[in-house]
């Protein structure tokens, strides 16, 4: 496949992830603002003499546009079944991985294709009519793009809420649905310094696991607006909506403001339970180790896999875990998790 025309770069904004430079370049409007907004804490003018992370994401209008050919001795590693629509969830999208020699290449067929090159720390993306998409998509294969690079220079993220109370982290992982936001949300309110929504970083420390805010929009339901009271009457400016949820920024609500870099020392799986009072459920090191693996992103090289692997288990050794059976008491939930700390 070959491209019409290759665009020429309008646009290079550059970041810092905890010593981790990186460079994104796009020539499309469309492309750049919802990465910017993404990435919004971690902007920086300049980069410091050394190599940076690089990805470049370009617009095309058709599938045939995509400059990629595939060699006879790639190989297929994963592949996803299901319908690509403008109405799913992000992570519903169908995707086929191929490894083609060095290449790592992730295909959302009419959405669009990564091509992953770790060797050379570059992410290329084309994606198909993207002024068609809403921003959070944008957003989702951008962060699928770093996330890639980041894991191979040792940070790592899980799916997790996370917050920062006097220098002690709580890390909340779950699917959607399990009381994940909303537990998050009411700490949060209650003091606790915000560190991320979905997408906290993990790096070993030698010693330790240390938890690192990477701070984004909190994406919530109606249901869990409904909960909250702050939510319920916050203005459209600040609770925007964000298809198929609604989003606000931390510091538009809560006057508690971005937690620091800290060592994890709890490790919630909420269970939404038809109760009226929350309580909690000691699990042992081995049965939150296995709760908490199917919270990372996949990893589809062996030898990343295995320091991933000791990352969690390494932060599963260092703190407290528990199940957090999530009653109808959710403005009380800090009573219950604060005296752990």
């Known amino acids: 496949m070959t491209m019409n025309m290759v665009e020429r770069p309008l646009t290079e904004s550059l970041f810092s992830l905890y010593g981790t430079q990186v460079r994104y370049v796009t020539a499309s ?37 995509i400059p990629l050919t595939v060699s006879s001795s790639a190989r297929q590693l994963a592949v996803k079944m299901g319908a690509a629509g403008e109405d799913g ?138 909960f909250f009271p702050e939510l319920r009457t916050a203005p459209a400016q600040v609770l925007q909506p964000r298809f198929p949820k609604r989003a606000f920024h931390a510091k538009d609500l809560y006057p508690a403001s971005i937690g620091e870099c800290c060592q994890p020392a709890l490790v919630l799986f909420p269970h939404v339970i038809d109760a009226s009072h929350s309580h909690l459920e000691l699990l042992s090191k081995s049965r939150a180790l296995e709760m908490l693996l199917p919270q990372a992103l996949l990893v589809y090289d062996s030898e990343v896999a295995k320091r991933e692997f000791h990352v969690l288990a390494k932060l599963i050794k260092q703190v407290d875990c528990y199940r957090l059976h999530f009653g109808r008491d959710i403005l009380e939930l800090p009573q219950l998790i604060t005296p752990l700390l």
């Open 89 to 226: 969830q992000e992570t519903d999208l169908p995707y086929e991985v191929i490894c083609d020699g060095e290449r790592l290449i992730v295909d959302f067929v009419n959405v669009g294709t990564l091509v992953v090159d770790n060797a050379q720390g570059r992410v290329d993306g084309y994606l198909i009519n993207p002024q068609m998409m809403p921003d959070s998509l944008i957003e989702y294969l951008f962060h699928l793009a770093l996330t890639e690079l980041l894991r191979h220079r040792g940070l790592y993220t899980i799916h997790a809420t996370a917050l920062e109370k006097n220098g002690r982290g709580v890390l909340i992982p779950g699917n959607s649905g399990r009381g994940k936001t909303t537990s998050f949300i009411s700490l949060l309110r209650s003091g606790y310094r915000y560190l991320s929504d979905d997408h906290p970083l993990l790096r070993d420390a030698g010693t330790h696991i240390d938890l690192l805010p990477f701070p984004i929009k909190i994406n919530v339901t109606e249901r869990t607006v409904g």
């Open 29 to 65: 409007s469309v492309l750049a603002a919802p990465v910017n907004e993404f990435l919004r804490h971690f902007r920086q003018e300049v980069l410091h003499p050394s190599i940076p992370l690089t990805v470049c994401f370009q617009a095309v209008g058709y599938r045939a546009e």
